[in-house]
């Protein structure tokens, strides 16, 4: 089977290096591996973002296995040439629209929770968001008013069918664990969000074992902190869903330790950490790659069908943290290859 490995930039490379030792380790020749280049180490290259090269390797591999994109040097450049279009274009090019973002507590991290450790230790919950609409995708520009003053606009919507397929994911979600989901919107204020917490109700009638309820975006973002352990699975929009889930990576301990994944119908996917391309930090090795080494055992889950080998990676990174070993993120000095280590060895 076919990994496209994307390392992308700042810490990317260092966090993929990690993983790709460890699937070494744990897979063998089971697996094969291109690179390519994406988001201002593409630019740089290339010209742009997500090159078509680094597009077709991604629809031609079983997987993708992605760093991180962001550059601040490339701030200033026009919108469809910053770094972070590459994941936006991969996101809407290969349709992965279903953005599973577990987020649980390894019982050694109680501590570096932001959260009291009795409240932080009840965590084990999944977002799962939508990556292919909202205002992430709708018209957006600058203009000028009528009296001659900038202004900027980005259209937010959703039509019912887009809604229709990231419930059913929830829904899904939600059965294969505790049998709970809690549909986040803004229905109070957003024509978008009545649709989808209508379009959420209809679905619900295929899903009577699913215990269903509703959250304001607003509530969502103070009930995580308040009490997170009241939530199973929370199906969400884009844009709420990318801030909660940065929400509930610090309550689990770290953004450093959240993976995710980005599945299509199909359960092709995308499999990335959270966490972003750290440019402070790149190239010091004192980012943490269990985000990305979870990452990969996503990956061999949802889209290679290997759970055994999933499972052995997740128990060596707990074995890893129960040893003791720290990043920077996690209150520790452990080097980013000296973390990699520690999953190799506990392997
Ligand atoms: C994420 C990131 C991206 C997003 C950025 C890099 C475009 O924050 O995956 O959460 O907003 O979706
Ligand atoms: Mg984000």
Not at 127 to 138: A, C, H, K, M, S
Not at 215 to 232: I, K, S
Request: with cysteine; aromatic share 4%.
């Amino acid at each position: 089977m076919l990994i496209a490995l994307l390392p992308g930039d700042g810490i990317g490379p260092e966090v993929i290096r990690e993983a790709r030792r460890v699937l070494d380790a744990v897979c063998g020749d089971a697996l094969s591996y291109e690179e390519a280049l994406v988001g201002a180490a593409a630019y740089r290259a290339e010209g742009h973002p997500l090159p078509s090269a680094t597009l077709d390797l991604a629809k031609r591999a079983d997987a993708i296995l992605f760093g991180a994109v962001g550059d601040p040097g490339c701030d200033g450049l026009a919108r469809h040439l910053r770094p972070e279009q590459a994941i936006l274009g991969l996101r809407k090019e290969l349709s992965l629209f279903a953005n599973l973002r577990p987020a649980k507590l390894f019982p050694e991290l109680a501590d570096a929770s932001a959260l009291r450790p009795e409240v932080a230790r009840a965590i084990d919950l999944v977002i799962v968001r939508e990556t292919n609409g909202d205002v992430y995708f709708g018209e957006k520009g600058m203009r000028t008013t009528p009296n001659g003053r900038r202004q900027g606009y980005d259209v937010m919507s959703y039509d019912e069918d887009e809604v229709v397929r990231i419930a059913r994911v929830g829904f899904e979600t939600a059965r294969a664990r505790g049998g709970k989901l809690c549909s986040v919107d803004k229905a109070n204020v957003l024509e978008t969000s009545q649709l989808w917490r209508d379009v959420v109700i209809e679905v619900s009638a295929d899903y009577s074992d699913i215990a269903l309820s509703h959250m304001y975006v607003d509530n969502a973002a103070m009930q995580l902190v308040r009490n997170p352990g009241q939530f199973d699975v929370i199906v969400t929009g884009n844009l709420f869903g990318d801030i909660l889930s940065d929400q509930a990576s610090m309550c689990a301990g770290s953004i450093g330790m959240l993976p995710s994944a980005t599945l299509d119908a199909a359960n092709k996917g995308l499999y990335e950490p959270i966490h972003g391309s750290a440019p402070d930090i790149a190239g010091q090795g004192k980012a943490n790659p269990l985000a990305t080494i979870l990452s990969s055992a996503m990956m061999l889950r949802y889209s290679l069908g290997m759970a055994a080998e999933a499972d052995r990676i997740e128990a060596a990174v707990a074995a890893a943290l129960a040893a003791g070993h720290r990043t920077a993120d996690l209150g520790g000095g452990t080097s980013t290859g000296a973390m990699g280590d520690a999953v190799l060895a506990a392997l």
